[in-house]
């Protein structure tokens, strides 16, 4: 058998289409004892769902690193085929290649089974044991991180006799039953018994999915022609430790005998990369920071004491790693104000290096927390604004709905500043420049949330200065109003213009 590979198919089900809320679930799949088609050689098996695997060649007992992420609907049956194929060349038409055989089964057969694992025989072909197919599902986090990390090895062991080792190494994320899930293959490196390997990019999510403690394990092999690879050693770790970067403690022994053979981490960025809207260039702001500088420069002339609180939302925290939805960025819980824009600058970059950023995304709970402070001073003597910096995720939509809805009884406005290519269709819709917001059948009083796309005030020639200014006029433009329409609608007017006279300068004194 050259190559293999296993085709999926969704069927009676349309997961664009969906309303109801869905969880996220990865599926993994594994085959076992595949019929052995080629003559000379073991099946090069692959498999397809929305999409092909990955060819593994020479193997009748495949692991598969591509994985096929799906909605899980509890409410609704999702029938699922998958067809296993020998490919023996590089044609896309899959009746040129050799059928292993299928299995049907639905998404929450597999969810449903021990330790969400479901093993199944292979059928299709009359009067064959066609093996079995593994079927492993794991809830996603919402982690969108990234990791880049490149990795190095020392005196591996020459497992061939006519030449040194062509290694590649192999990742496993662990699994709460124990077992472990493939996510990851470097390439092979050939007749080198010290290679370096290709830096990768890998979600945070399919390496650990957001656990930063969830044991990783490498294996090291060195790669044959036959499929046979030769195991070589392996090492245990965790996203934590790599975190760590290169250093000593990041230096893993791999040999079965215990011997000064090495795999060292190179190099690691996480999650602070060029991929992440949170990137830390040395050179530049990102885009969340020149939002809030651009605005948050022109609005803090209007605060007389410039002692900001500054709020995150959509992370885990230290020490226990909750999820939190409306935590201070400098972590002080009793005293959440920065020092001006540079405070809150300060306490956002340093909140990256602490926290964990992770979904779902809630407004609600910052909206709210905003508004308890606003229903305390009606009279018209303070006036909150709140300044919201985001992707344009949000999965509170109707807590949120509800919430502005509250808010526009009080002394406050909402300011929405989207970041990323996203779209912002729900950010619209919270505007209510077209469509006044309501929630249960009831409207907001007023329209107190101005939204602005960042990516719409990006100078071309890339003057920031200039794009932040364009930016800051346009987003503050409707604050005035807004304020103004709340003093009116309480009859608040403002206090009399004090009166100068002479007679109120003070006396020189005689000569």
């Keep these: 058998m050259d190559k293999v590979e296993a085709t999926a198919t969704v069927r009676d089900f349309d997961p664009i289409s969906g309303s109801i809320p869905a969880t996220k679930v990865e599926i993994t799949v594994s085959c076992r004892n595949l019929l052995d088609r080629d003559t000379f050689s073991k099946s090069d098996p692959c498999k397809f769902t929305f999409g092909r695997t990955e060819v593994i060649d020479n193997t009748l007992n495949p692991d598969f ?69 593994i079927l492993s599902a794991e809830e996603l986090g919402n982690c969108r991180d990234y990791a880049t990390m490149q990795f190095c090895a020392n005196k591996l062991d020459k497992k061939d006799f006519f030449g040194k080792s062509d290694p ?15 996510c990851h293959k470097t390439e092979v490196v050939k007749n080198t018994l010290n290679p370096v390997w290709q830096p990768f990019s890998i979600p945070v999510r399919a390496l650990c999915n957001g656990d930063y403690d969830r044991t990783i394990k490498v294996e090291v092999y ?17 996203f934590k430790e790599l975190c760590r970067g290169e250093n000593q403690l990041n230096v893993y022994e791999v040999s079965a005998d215990k011997t000064a053979n090495t795999v060292s981490l190179l190099s690691f960025r996480n999650p602070s990369q060029s991929t992440s809207l949170h990137y830390m260039n040395p050179y530049q702001m990102n885009a969340y920071a020149m939002a809030l500088k651009a605005v948050g420069e022109i609005i803090q002339d209007y605060d007389s004491d410039k002692m900001f609180p500054a709020l995150g939302f959509g ?27 540079e405070g809150i600058l300060e306490a956002y970059h340093q909140s990256l290096k602490t926290v964990q950023l992770y979904g779902p995304t809630n407004f609600a709970p910052v909206v709210n927390h905003v508004a308890r402070y606003a229903a305390a001073v009606q009279d018209g003597s303070q006036y909150f604004v709140l300044l919201i910096i985001t992707d344009g995720v949000i999965s509170d939509m109707a807590q949120t709905k509800e919430a502005i809805v509250n ?24 505007d209510g420049d077209d469509v006044r917001i309501s929630s249960r059948g009831k ?16 100078d071309r020639t890339g003057n920031h200065v200039l794009s932040m200014a364009r930016l800051a ?5 409707e604050i005035p109003d807004q304020l103004i329409s709340y003093m009116k609608s309480r009859a608040i007017k403002p206090n009399p213009v004090p009166v100068y006279s002479p007679s109120d300068e003070p006396l020189s004194n005689p000569v």
């Excluded at 590649?168 to 493939?182: A, L």
């Excluded at 046979?228 to 965790?238: K, L, P, Q, V, Y």
């Design 222 to 238: 060195d790669w044959d022609r036959d499929g046979s690879h030769d195991f070589i050693g392996e090492f245990t770790t965790s």
């Design 473 to 477: 006029k346009d987003v503050l433009a």
């Design 315 to 341: 992370a885990k925290l230290p020490p226990d790693w909750r999820v939190s939805h409306e935590f201070p960025l400098n972590g002080n819980v009793d005293n959440p104000y920065c020092n001006g824009m």
């Design 443 to 458: 409207v907001a009083e007023r329209d107190i949330v101005q939204f602005v796309p960042f990516r719409d005030y990006m």
């Design 168 to 182: 590649f190494m192999v990742f496993y994320r662990s699994n709460e039953d124990g077992t472990f899930t493939i």
């Design 65 to 133: 690193v591509r994985k096929y992420i799906l909605d899980y609907f509890f409410e609704e049956k999702q029938n699922l085929r998958f067809d296993v194929y020998d490919i023996d060349s590089k044609s896309p038409d899959l009746a040129k290649h050799d059928f292993l055989g299928q299995v049907f089964c639905t998404l929450g057969e597999i969810v449903g089974s021990p330790a969400s694992r479901l093993e199944k025989p292979l059928g299709g072909i009359p009067g064959k044991k066609c093996g079995t197919i």
């Design 407 to 430: 808010a526009a009884k009080l002394p406050m406005s909402i300011i929405i500043v989207g970041v990323g290519q996203a779209e912002f269709d729900a950010m619209v819709e919270l």
